[in-house]
């Protein structure tokens, strides 16, 4: 069965800390990996991932793939309560996404 | 603007009631999608459609329908059968639903309670 696993389900960090958000997929014919950040409502699109080991960045965000260990990870630096929400992983595969539980993330002040 | 809209915002239906929820996009994309979100789960895929006029089921579609007459619209239904459908629904959109590179886009969302 396709699926996504995200950890740690939940995060509690202070203003300034660094975070890292991990994701784990096990998919038949993937095609590509996809981070969203969803605040109150819409997920938010953030990076796609296609290639292994090269780092996709914006801003204080940034993401890598490695397709051979099935895993991505999402760092944030110097988060700020801007950060806080949930942070969804999602696999492409044929024409479908399957998304993972995502990661509850709250950045305190 | 552009973009993909929802509604309502919140929808609160009786037991044994079907409801239809919207989700129009000016994106002129091809392919659009609804979700379903619960807490603490992930969005799970209920149906798409790829093109005017087809729709596949995803994987949790039981109890609800869709329809796609025109590019820019696929309302989804969630009939009496739904056994569960207090949820928060996402409605998306591609380009395409084909190419590898393709980015998902949502909606708002409608928050639907059954009381």
């Given at each position: 069965e396709?699926?996504?696993v995200?950890?740690?389900?939940?995060l509690?960090?202070?203003?300034?800390?660094?975070?890292?958000?991990?994701?784990?997929?096990?998919v038949t014919n993937f095609?590509?990996?996809l981070?969203?950040?969803?605040e109150k409502?819409?997920?938010t699109?953030?990076?796609?991932?296609?290639s292994?080991?090269?780092?996709?960045?914006?801003?204080?965000l940034?993401?890598i793939?490695?397709?051979?260990?099935?895993?991505?990870?999402l760092?944030?630096t110097?988060?700020?309560?801007?950060?806080?929400a949930?942070?969804?992983?999602?696999?492409?595969?044929g024409?479908k996404?399957?998304?993972?539980?995502?990661?509850?993330?709250?950045?305190?002040? | 603007?552009?973009?993909?809209?929802?509604?309502?915002?919140?929808?609160?239906?009786?037991?044994?009631?079907?409801?239809?929820?919207s989700?129009?996009?000016?994106?002129?994309h091809?392919?659009?999608?609804?979700?379903?979100?619960?807490?603490?789960?992930?969005l799970r895929?209920?149906?798409?459609?790829?093109?005017?006029n087809?729709?596949?089921?995803?994987?949790?579609?039981e109890?609800?329908?869709v329809?796609?007459?025109?590019?820019?619209?696929f309302?989804?239904?969630?009939?009496?059968?739904?056994?569960?459908?207090?949820?928060f629904?996402l409605?998306?959109?591609?380009?395409?639903?084909?190419?590898?590179?393709?980015?998902q886009?949502f909606g708002?969302?409608?928050?639907?309670?059954?009381?």
């Open positions: 396709d699926k996504v995200q950890s740690p389900l939940s509690v960090v202070h203003e300034g800390d660094t975070v890292t958000l991990n994701c784990s997929y096990e095609r590509s990996l981070w969203y950040k969803q409502k819409a997920p699109f953030l990076f796609m991932l296609t292994s080991g090269i780092e996709k960045k914006s801003g204080r940034s993401s793939l490695d397709k051979k260990e099935l895993f991505s990870i760092n944030i110097a988060t700020q309560t801007g950060d806080s949930i942070y969804l992983c999602a696999s492409r595969y024409n996404l399957v998304f993972g539980a995502g990661t509850i993330l709250r950045v305190k002040s | 603007d552009g973009g993909i809209t929802q509604s309502p915002k919140y929808l609160f239906r009786k037991e044994g009631q079907n409801v239809t929820l989700c129009e996009q000016n994106l002129n091809d392919a659009m999608y609804w979700y379903r979100q619960d807490p603490g789960q992930g895929l209920i149906y798409y459609s790829q093109i005017v087809d729709f596949q089921k995803g994987d949790i579609a109890g609800y329908s329809s796609r007459e025109k590019k820019e619209s309302p989804l239904t969630v009939t009496s059968a739904q056994k569960n459908p207090t949820a629904y409605c998306a959109s591609s380009i395409s639903s084909g190419g590898s590179t393709d980015t886009y708002p969302g409608t928050r639907l309670t059954v009381l």
